[in-house]
């Protein structure tokens, strides 16, 4: 299967949207192959029922699993950066009042 450029160039940017690309794909096969076996490329033998049902409940929720506490570690980082811009915050704007003779208006 061939990358977009676009995506090509997201992936490579942010890794974790790779793994989140791979969480939908999985979704995918599971959605349009039920029931039907999955032909796999180095191997004679296909995805079958028992093969199926092991994406489904267990390397699925192992995805979504790291891809939470991704989320959990972006919600922390933004967290911490945000706190560091609202304690920089004033110091800014008492620095602009000095620079501007005046406070500016709000």
């Not at 995506?7 to 890794?15: E, F, Q, T």
């Amino acid at each position: 299967m061939a990358l977009s450029r676009h995506l090509s160039s997201m992936l490579s940017s942010d890794p974790f949207a790779l793994l989140e690309s791979c969480q939908k794909a999985i979704k995918w096969i599971l959605l349009t192959h039920q029931g039907k076996p999955i032909q796999r490329c180095w191997i004679n033998h296909p995805y079958g029922e028992e093969e199926l049902t092991c994406l489904e409940e267990e390397l699925l929720p192992a995805v979504e699993a790291m891809l939470a506490r991704v989320a959990e570690i972006d919600q922390k980082l933004e967290a911490a950066y945000q706190a560091e811009c609202d304690q920089i915050q004033p110091g800014i704007e008492r620095q602009g009042e000095s620079l501007l003779g005046f406070a500016p208006v709000r």
